[in-house]
């Protein structure tokens, strides 16, 4: 293994195998810490849900994933985390970073989410996403981690006890070497964290090659990009293709969404209007959760054998609110994951193996429920979310969609590449 990677979510995950697979690095995802063997990979990244859960919680499940991967020759490390940096005041992105540094023996870092491929971009530490700002974007609305404030040098400050700095665009855009000095300047300031400005992949190609050195490197799936080509030019890894078409699973299909992203809100929207779908009723979940997954399930097996069929939670802010008012944000949250996970483990005891899954929470609980260990990366179905296929038995075709992620059409294309 030569690239040690943590995710604080599974579609995060997938979405950085995804990048290190299309840029010639052979990769595993694996769900937690692998019980069994390693992998044999050169990069592997460890899948935590670690995004929303207590700091402290957080800290020690990526200080034991760090521990594990370089107990297994990881010789860099890389935390991913959301492109919109879905973080709280509490964290976790910085305590994470925090714990990280220090097991790793290091005092710097870098965090850059950038993917201008999907978007998000940084400008004097401003995450925009799209045309927006950040805390304009429809994340200020977000169930769990709604981010108001668009400068991560500010955000990333609350969360760190540590200084946080910036290397602005004028540096990054004049490349590697300027970026290297930029780090090695914001270090003789006791700066620990560094927030990087970058607008398009050949600044996020630069960054990774200025970061060759780092022990730790934070960010999206984007500024991995960069990584590769430092591991081919110390001969690390061959110079190798993209992903190889996954094996067939065949059988029915099935999308199930727990995302109220924009996003997905628009691709239930159109996958509504061409096939069966039944939205879940957090009220009624709430009031007889198992007579409603029991019912939810029963319409589902029964769509199982004419075609595709979807059931979501996503719902307009105004409805997520209500339903938040009601039983609590993280509560809410959680028995809604529950459903869905619970229904995927019913389709599964009979026999359905293709499954779209909308919502890095939402596919976090529902690949607990399958019991996969480990995924092996496929194509790409759109930017972020590859075709993936889990290793065991028996072996399930999943596409792990982050919320933002995909055209409108998304969910009728993953069914497809995963046919
Ligand atoms: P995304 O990738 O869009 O952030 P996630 O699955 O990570 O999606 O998070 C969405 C969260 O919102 C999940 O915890 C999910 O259970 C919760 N959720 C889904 N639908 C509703 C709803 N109608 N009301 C309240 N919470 C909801």
Known sequence: MILGCIADDFTGATDLANTLTRRGMHTVQTIGIPKSEAPQADAV??????????AADAVAQSLAACRWLKA???RQIFFKYCSTFDSTDQGNIGPVTDALLEELGSDFAIACPAFPENGRT??????????????????KNHPLTPMRDANLVRVLGRQSKHKVGLVPYKTVKQGAPAIAEAYSALKAQGIRHAIVDALEDRDLENIGAAS???????????????????????????QREGAAPLEKVGGPGVVLSGSCSAATLGQVERFTASHAALAIDPQELGRDPEKTIAALLAWATAQMKTGPALIYASARPEKVAAVQAEFGREKAGAMIEHAIATLASGLAAQGVRRFVIAGGETSGAVVSALKVEALEIGPQIAAGVPACLSYGSPRYALALKSGNFGGPDFFAEALEALA
């Open 122 to 139: 940084i400008y004097l530490g401003h995450l925009f996403v799209g045309g927006e700002l950040l805390s304009d974007s429809s994340m």
């Open 45 to 54: 990244v460890v899948a935590l849900k670690s995004r929303t859960i207590p």
């Open 212 to 238: 060759s050195a780092l022990p730790l490197i934070t960010g999206g799936s984007g500024v991995a990009i960069g990584l590769p080509q430092n591991y081919r030019i110390a001969r690390l890894i061959p």
């Open 72 to 74: 297994h020759g990881a």
